[in-house]
């Protein structure tokens, strides 16, 4: 018996059916003595519906109406959720996140959450009922609706577990947890039962996708356990917590690869200080944030500079720095688009030395070229060219023991 938060993804809330089974769920977990908070999100898909609604209006939509507008998605699936609550016999209420409320700062469509007051929430609990809450969205100073972020209910979850000290904060998603890859590329791939705060954020900003940066952040800041798994079945998926012994004593535990990268070469930079503050500034002033970054030390004076942004960013970057090339002096920029970045991320790396050798090691023996190279206290990411990814995430994979059910390497 205890407090007990619930998210439901957009999969999990996607159809009436699917409503009517996450409210099964929420009422077994209250027929268990727990007192239960769910979080949801909108119904698969409706928020890129509205997104792009709100798109036809206007040739730049105003920040603020966007978010009123897709925050609209999970006040449905909050009030359906609610209602198939009571229709079972339960007591249910649901919430806005101005409601709850959920003060955010004024950075619509990337809010940040400064606080959670949850005296509704407590209230409603204190009533016996299941408090609904719609995730993405909060309110500012000002009154105004703000959203979180794609994936924002995930933060939403967290930051309503952190503040009510719930026990766990679980986020029912379309797969059964953590994997140490992707099992749509590496049939070898296996659930994780354990991984760390710390290498759940690498995890997340190397590209994999089960949650939102920003909750991880929240989670380990408040050390809120949050344990993900599927909306589909009982089984326990991943439990996302403080390091520990045993957690050390993994030397990898997972290989990911993000496709999102784009690589910059500039040739002949002259090699005079200043000139790396001037190219990185002009990048900065767009707002474009650079990954990896290599410079050769000069043997003539000159040397070549290599960075990689997002794919995003990759057209503008280019514009950006080829502007800058005649003036700094540098003799050619080229973008290259088939990249990816391919990751191994572990705790037991801080203990171990020669991980780094060992992965280039593996890639050389597949006949890998590395491109560029950044590392991490717990990861090392090698960029190579796209076409070799899923040999690369395989080979890794394969070759640091994550294959088999003893992840010891
Ligand atoms: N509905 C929002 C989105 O699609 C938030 C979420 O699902 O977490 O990004
Ligand atoms: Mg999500």
Not at 236 to 247: H, M, P, Q, S
Not at 313 to 329: C, K, N, P, W
Request: glycine share 8%; hydrophobic share 45%; net charge negative.
């Amino acid at each position: 018996m205890g407090l007990l938060v619930q998210k439901f993804g957009g999969t999990s809330v996607g159809t009436v059916e699917r409503i009517h089974a996450v409210a099964s769920r929420c009422a077994n977990a209250r027929a268990a003595g727990h007192d239960v908070v769910v979080i949801v999100s909108a119904m698969a898909g409706e928020t890129n519906r509205l997104l792009a609604l709100g798109q036809q209006m206007a040739s730049r939509p105003d920040p603020r109406e966007l978010d009123a507008l897709a925050a609209t998605g999970e006040q449905v699936t909050a009030a359906l959720l609610a209602l198939a609550l009571s229709g079972k016999g339960l007591r249910a209420r649901s919430f806005l996140g101005h409601q709850v409320k959920i003060l955010t700062d004024s950075a619509f469509s990337k809010a940040r959450i400064k606080a959670v007051e949850a005296d509704r929430i407590y209230r409603a609990l204190a009533d016996g009922a299941v408090a609904v809450v719609a995730g993405f969205q909060g309110v500012d100073d000002a009154g105004n609706i703000t959203t979180l972020g794609r994936g924002g209910s995930d933060t939403s979850a967290v930051a309503i577990a952190a503040a009510i000290g719930a026990e766990v904060c679980e986020i029912y998603t379309d797969v059964e947890g953590v994997f140490t890859a992707d099992p749509g590329i590496c049939p070898s791939a296996r659930k994780v039962d354990k991984i760390s705060y710390e290498e759940m954020l690498e995890l997340a900003s190397l590209g994999a996708k089960v949650l939102q940066i920003r909750s991880v952040e929240v989670a380990m800041k408040y050390a809120v356990p949050v344990h993900v798994r599927s909306s589909f079945s009982d089984a326990t998926g991943t439990l996302v917590t403080a390091e520990d012994r045993d957690l050390e004593s993994v030397v990898v535990s997972g290989v990911t690869y993000d496709r999102n990268a784009a690589k910059i070469t500039l040739a002949n930079v002259p090699d005079t200080p200043g000139t790396a503050a001037r190219i990185f500034e002009a990048l900065a002033d767009s707002s474009i944030s650079v990954d990896m970054i290599i410079q050769n030390i000069a043997t003539d004076g000159h040397t070549d500079l290599t960075f990689t942004i997002s794919k995003a960013d990759a057209a503008h970057s280019q514009e950006i720095v080829t502007r800058l090339a005649e003036d700094i002096g540098a003799t050619g920029v080229r973008l290259d688009l088939d990249v990816v970045k391919v990751s191994i991320v572990g705790l037991g790396m801080r203990s171990h030395a020669g991980i780094a050798a060992r992965m280039f090691r593996i890639l050389a023996t597949e006949g890998i070229n590395i491109q560029a190279i950044s590392t991490s206290e717990i990861k090392v990411s090698c960029l190579v060219a796209s076409k070799y990814t899923e040999l690369a995430v395989r080979a890794l994979h394969e070759a640091f023991g994550l294959g088999k059910p003893t992840e010891e390497s």
